[in-house]
């Protein structure tokens, strides 16, 4: 057995176990589990989230020093990107961050095992509130998590000062596309990922109105 499926076999017992406990529902358990781990890892990924939203503010009061540049070595586009780069190191501004990179790398395994678990999981199927078997594909809840995709999109200040429709309906219809025919615990797990993202998406918007920062024009209170 690989270390890998030994990861996934941990997560498929806790499930288990899970599911047990509350009279052997496995779409209570995924839910329960998914929220969790995502509640679990909420910290990480509001750092980062947090870090993003101040990095694009320093590059927002850069750019009208990056513009003279281009002017002024227009014809040098060697130049130009080596006096970006120094302006960018000068600033503290870097092409790629450690920290959101190890943040990434600790987030995909765990993610990925708890996604292959519950894909093991759903093979016995059962009931989940309305839905009569989890292992088929459920349209409300598909629309459901698009619905929070669209949200969490819509709170996002990187859209405040651009077109926010494309933003906002391009995420949820990809998602509803992905979940329209998926079994419903697969929903069940994008909707618990998707409630905890919500709340990140609502505290990056309220640090972002508060600390006035600006990413893509003027943040209003949307």
Do not use: N
Request: hydrophobic content about 50%; charged content about 15%; aromatic content about 8%.
């Amino acid at each position: 057995m690989t270390m890998w499926a030994g990861f996934v076999d941990l997560i498929y017992t806790v499930l288990f176990s899970v599911s047990t406990a509350l009279g052997g529902s496995m779409g209570w358990s995924i839910a329960v589990v998914s929220l969790v781990i995502r509640l679990a890892l909420l910290p990480l990924t509001l750092r980062m989230a947090y870090h993003h939203l101040d990095l694009q503010a320093r590059l927002r009061r850069l750019e009208p020093e990056v513009q003279r540049t281009r002017r002024k070595y227009r014809k040098d586009e060697r130049k130009v990107l080596e006096e970006t780069g120094r302006l960018y190191q000068q600033h503290g501004v870097r092409a790629v961050e450690p920290r959101s990179l190890l943040g990434g790398i600790v987030q995909a395994p765990v993610f990925l095992g708890l996604f292959g678990a519950i894909r093991r999981g759903l093979v016995a199927g059962g009931r989940f509130l309305w839905v009569k078997d989890i292992a088929a594909p459920d349209a409300l809840l598909a629309v459901m998590c698009a619905g929070l995709t669209a949200w969490s999109a819509a709170l996002a200040p990187t859209v405040s000062g651009s077109p926010r429709l494309p933003v906002v309906l391009v995420p949820a219809v990809l998602t509803l596309v992905f979940l329209w025919r998926m079994a419903a615990g697969l929903s069940i797990y994008t909707l618990a990922q998707g409630l905890v993202g919500l709340i990140q998406a609502a505290l990056v918007h309220r640090r972002a109105r508060i600390t006035g920062t600006l990413i893509s024009g003027t943040l209003h209170g949307t």
